[in-house]
């Protein structure tokens, strides 16, 4: 039998790689190793990339095990979910792998800056009615620009047109070219995409048994330029994740 959440919760208390900073505690906590994640928690200096939303943490393993030569921190607020991955990197022995348990809105408390090379932001919910809610708006993006370093790597995967569509022209209207965009990650040929591709988790299998096509986008952040929001109406999806049909009847949001 599975464990319940009360369960999982006291066994993440015991965990050497999950750091729990929930927003009702973290603004009267401090947080001893930001800036010293390298030194104080993985021991060594290799790049550090940061996986936010990461769920259950299938794709923070997963590239920790490709990776071993860099450290790899999933974010997440939902921790029932975070236990299989941090379970998962103990059971394995995986050192470069942490998590951390908050508020994606308060993520630059626990960096400091220049201290993250990369990002992942995998099926990030497109929050279509709350344009300050998604994960690829300028609010966050200007987060992100004070812990990355200059010209720091972001990675967006998502199921959602919406979003997708959303951050490619924020991209274009801030002046940031993509090096790497596809609408269809998994029938794309280029090579270059093979790295995106390599680690499917349980629900993108879902949307890929649903003949939902896989989009991807591989930009850099500068720490300089104005960052833009979109002035166009997108289309909404006409579903959401985990089966269930969208909350709005609206058709169009920006």
């Not at 947080?31 to 010293?36: A, K, L, N, S």
């Amino acid at each position: 039998m599975s464990k319940g959440k009360l369960a999982k919760f006291a066994d993440m208390e015991t965990y050497e790689n999950v750091f729990q900073y929930p927003y009702s505690v973290v603004s009267d906590v401090p947080f001893p190793i930001r800036g010293h994640w390298r030194e104080n928690y993985f021991k060594n200096d290799h790049p550090i990339v940061v996986e936010l939303g990461c769920g259950k943490g299938e794709y923070t393993v997963g590239l920790a095990r490709r990776h071993p030569d860099c450290n790899f921190i999933g974010v997440d607020i939902k921790g029932a979910r975070m236990w299989t991955g941090a379970t998962q990197a103990m059971e394995e022995g995986l050192k470069n792998v942490a998590f951390l348990r908050t508020n994606i809105e308060i993520i630059d408390r626990f960096f400091t800056p220049g201290e993250v090379q990369e990002l992942w932001l995998t099926f990030s919910d497109p929050q279509m009615k709350n344009p300050r809610k998604r994960l690829t708006s300028t609010y966050f993006l200007e987060r992100y620009r004070r812990f990355l370093v200059d010209g720091g790597v972001v990675h967006v995967k998502t199921d959602s047109n919406f979003l997708f569509t959303y951050t490619s022209l924020l991209l274009e209207k801030s002046g940031l070219p993509a090096e790497l965009r596809t609408e269809n990650l998994y029938s794309d040929k280029d090579e270059s995409l093979s790295e995106a591709a390599s680690i499917q988790t349980y629900y993108e299998q879902m949307w890929l048994s649903r003949g939902i096509a896989i989009k991807y986008l591989k930009f850099r952040l500068p720490h300089e330029g104005p960052l833009n929001e979109p002035d166009v109406v997108i289309p909404l999806d006409d579903y959401r994740s985990y089966h269930r049909s969208k909350r709005s009847t609206l058709e169009t949001a920006k």
